[in-house]
């Protein structure tokens, strides 16, 4: 049995309609999660830069490794605009879209994560988001993520996963971008 | 002098995935040198290791999380969810070994047949677990987790085939994370049987 974790795509326009769509493995787990896990396997306190690049010291907590939820900018799948190559140190996206109405934002709904699901040999859940693009311009994603809730005496945010696709996506105005990361054991 | 060459099994390699577990096997005799070593990729995250991320990422209850008694639990998320630092002599959490053979399915929820903690016949003292603090090398952010047994019986415990990890769930309830089926090993009489899991993610 081994981990993957991949992402998918899709780019829908107002009425549904496909308009782009891929789902490739992701390779980007980044440093901070590994550090939120060995923070609850072994209940020590571990220093983990939070998404401004701060480090914390993470201990385990309830709240720890959340991606569900209406986190706006905070926790939950984002999308961003900077290109450069994936580092297993990242903390953060390198430009994330901001949420809003605006030239250069994004509408983002609520993170959506799914139960598991037992199939055969696999057990996996998914991670939904959509995010609207309702700025009246073209806005061009060139990296997506998660972002997660940590605990470090109060509430913190880390960066778990950072893709950077092979090509950046143009996301027209009056268009809905889906990203769903389905993390799964299979044999 | 006799000198005994050292036995060193390395397991096949396989492309690594984002998210990586191996596991490196040391046995000692009781002078403290090494019989045998055995590493390879771990292939074993089970079905309950994966409830306990969702139910950590959903921050919702799941019911029908199968402990490693065999009894269907309901868990929530929880500080304690995935802990698996044992102390020493614990083994309701904490890496297990086991004389069980039978594939690894998903399903599996104990190991097949786990050495109970003690100085009888098929029992081991556990030690206490281990850990390297994560660290960065390359594009890999790994550490290590390792615990140690000791066999204090008056005979050799063989056919040794299966090591997992125990870890706690919402407050006290236990179930498996990890099981991997190793070739077969021995623990010699006052010899120790070190297992080191290693948790990694590569980009």
Not at chain 1, 140 to 161: D, F, I, Q
Not at chain 2, 147 to 154: C, H, K, Y
Request: charged share 20%.
């Amino acid at each position: 049995m081994r981990i993957e974790l991949w992402g998918e795509l899709i780019l829908k326009d107002l009425d549904g309609k496909v308009l782009y769509r891929k789902r490739e493995k992701s390779r980007s787990f980044v440093k901070a999660w590994l550090h939120l896990l060995y923070g609850h396997i072994t209940s020590l306190g571990v220093a983990t830069p939070d998404i401004g690049g701060a480090n914390r010291t993470i201990v385990e907590y309830e709240t720890n490794f959340q991606m569900h939820g209406n986190g706006g900018t905070s926790y939950g799948i984002m999308f961003g605009t900077g290109d450069t190559a994936v580092d297993v140190e990242d903390y953060a996206l390198e430009a994330i879209i901001p949420t809003g109405e605006a030239a250069g934002q994004f509408q983002y709904c609520l993170t959506e994560v799914s139960e598991r699901v037992v199939a055969g040999a696999d057990c996996y859940f998914t991670i939904t988001r959509r995010a609207f693009n309702l700025s009246g311009d073209n806005i061009t994603v060139a990296e997506w993520g998660l972002y997660t809730r940590m605990w470090a005496g109060s509430n913190y945010y880390m960066c778990a996963v950072r893709d950077v696709p092979g090509a950046p996506l143009l996301v027209p105005t009056a268009t809905v971008l889906t990203g769903v990361y389905t993390l799964k054991i299979t044999e | 002098m006799n000198k005994e060459p050292e036995e060193k099994v390395k397991v096949e390699k396989e492309e690594p995935e984002t998210m990586q577990l191996s596991y490196s096997i040391e046995i000692k005799d009781k002078d403290g040198k090494v019989v045998q070593r055995v590493s390879g990729p771990a292939h074993s995250y089970v079905r309950q290791f994966y409830e306990l991320m969702s139910v950590q990422a959903q921050q919702a209850a799941l019911a029908g999380i199968i402990d490693t008694d065999g009894a269907p639990q309901t868990i929530l998320a929880h500080a304690y969810n995935f802990f698996c630092y044992a102390a020493a002599t614990v083994t309701l959490y904490g890496i297990r070994i086991g004389k069980g053979s039978t594939a690894v399915t998903i399903s599996d929820y104990c190991l097949e047949s786990p050495l109970e903690e003690g100085t009888g016949v098929d029992q081991v003292n556990h030690l206490a677990t281990t850990r390297t603090v994560p660290a960065v090398v390359g594009t890999t952010c790994s550490f290590d987790l390792l615990r140690a047994m000791v066999n204090n019986s008056l005979a050799i415990i063989s056919n040794i085939r299966e090591i997992g990890i125990y870890m706690r769930a919402y407050t006290t309830k236990y179930v498996l994370g990890v099981r991997d089926i190793v070739p077969s090993l021995s623990i010699p009489i006052g010899g120790t049987m070190s297992v080191k899991y290693t948790f990694s993610v590569t980009v």
